[in-house]
């Protein structure tokens, strides 16, 4: 997901050079994926063991933390979020990142400096 964007596309390019299967998925794809329409999600994620989260400014709280459960329903095992930078103070990131460490799933969190 996110795979065309600037970050997504570094990460899924550096992942397939280095052997893993990617899927790529956006609105536009051969399986569609779409924040706005939790219904593309599982078929998005369903037999995936990673995703790399990147959620956008404009997905609330409430998808961020069903897209978590989403995932753990789907069978994915680990979490890769790129977080924010200064995440000490209170921000509405802080629950998107306590949504993916209390998923009970392997997770990594990336904050930039």
């Known amino acids: 997901m996110g795979a065309s964007g600037k970050v997504g596309s570094l ?3 550096k992942l397939e050079a280095e052997g893993h299967l990617v899927r790529r998925a956006s609105r536009s794809s051969s ?12 078929q998005v994620i369903s037999g ?27 069978g994915v095992k680990r979490i890769v979020q790129l977080s924010v ?12 990142e306590q949504a993916v460490t209390r998923s009970g799933l392997q997770w990594t969190l990336l904050r930039p400096c």
């Open 31 to 42: 399986v569609p994926f779409d924040w706005n329409d939790r219904t593309t999600w599982p």
């Open 11 to 13: 990460v899924a390019n």
């Open 85 to 96: 930078r200064g995440l000490s103070r209170e921000g509405e990131h802080r629950p998107t």
């Open 48 to 74: 995936v063991d990673a995703v790399f989260f990147l959620p956008t400014e404009t997905l609330n709280l409430e998808d961020r933390s069903a897209f978590v459960a989403v995932a753990k329903d789907e």
